[in-house]
T-cell receptor, first 116, second 114 residues
Framework: EAQVTQNPRYLITVTGKKLTVTCSQNMNHEYMSWYRQDPGLGLRQIYY???????DKGDVPEGYKVSRKEKRNFPLILESPSPNQTSLYFCASSLYPPRETNSPLHFGNGTRLTVT | GESVGLHLPTLSVQEGDNSIINCAYS??????FIWYKQESGKGPQFIIDIRSNMDKRQGQRVTVLLNKTVKHLSLQIAATQPGDSAVYFCAELTRGGGANNLFFGTGTRLTVIP
């Protein structure tokens, strides 16, 4: 089944303790992206990757890192989490960047992160 | 319709009726629009898209209408079913913003009454 898989689904951690949220897609998509979803603010892009070893900042990159060593994986790293990073995180992928015809974003089911 | 705020706009419809969900956008340079559906506990799911050179596009039980004059986008769902209950939001892509400048609205919660 074609899908985007995020792990873990739920995570509670403390301020400053490094964590990684994994994301994997099995559709051979070139484009991958991370979003956070907060009440009243919609989905905001954190980082995106156009292809292997190509990553760039989105709208809210502060406090996050990403890597794209393989096409299928795009982990999100919080080196020193803070309470304002408590949010619902989504990984997404598409065959090509969103502008391309017939290349809609496929989303994972989300990771709910709480930082105390 | 959609708005930035703490509370999602809501729409309740009777099963079998048609639903219309609205989205206003402000950037006249936006030229690609997408509707997503988000069910509780799941990620957003692509429904339908439309480019600015079109006024209307139809899918299975869904129709998207684009009015560029008033910068308004709507999603029509025919014969609404309980499984259509979800949050719906539009996303827009702005010309000149690069291949990646996709902005999401905050959504409308659709509740289908059996």
């Amino acid at each position: 089944e074609a899908q985007v898989t995020q792990n873990p689904r739920y995570l509670i951690t403390v301020t400053g303790k490094k964590l990684t949220v994994t994301c994997s897609q099995n559709m051979n998509h070139e484009y991958m992206s991370w979003y956070r979803q907060d009440p009243g603010l919609g989905l905001r892009q954190i980082y995106y990757s156009m292809n292997v070893e190509v990553t760039d900042k989105g709208d809210v990159p502060e406090g996050y890192k990403v890597s794209r060593k393989e096409k299928r994986n795009f982990p999100l790293i919080l080196e020193s989490p803070s309470p304002n990073q408590t949010s619902l995180y989504f990984c997404a992928s598409s065959l090509y960047p969103p502008r391309e015809t017939n290349s809609p974003l496929h989303f994972g089911n989300g990771t709910r992160l709480t930082v105390t | 319709g959609e708005s930035v705020g703490l509370h999602l706009p809501t729409l309740s419809v009777q099963e079998g009726d048609n639903s219309i969900i609205n989205c206003a956008y402000s950037n006249s340079a936006s030229d690609y629009f997408i509707w997503y559906k988000q069910e509780s506990g799941k990620g957003p799911q692509f429904i339908i898209d439309i480019r600015s050179n079109m006024d209307k596009r139809q899918g299975q039980r869904v129709t998207v209408l684009l009015n560029k004059t008033v910068k308004h986008l709507s999603l029509q769902i025919a014969a609404t079913q309980p499984g259509d209950s979800a949050v719906y939001f539009c996303a827009e892509l702005t010309r000149g913003g690069g291949a990646n400048n996709l902005f999401f609205g905050t959504g409308t919660r659709l509740t289908v009454i059996p």
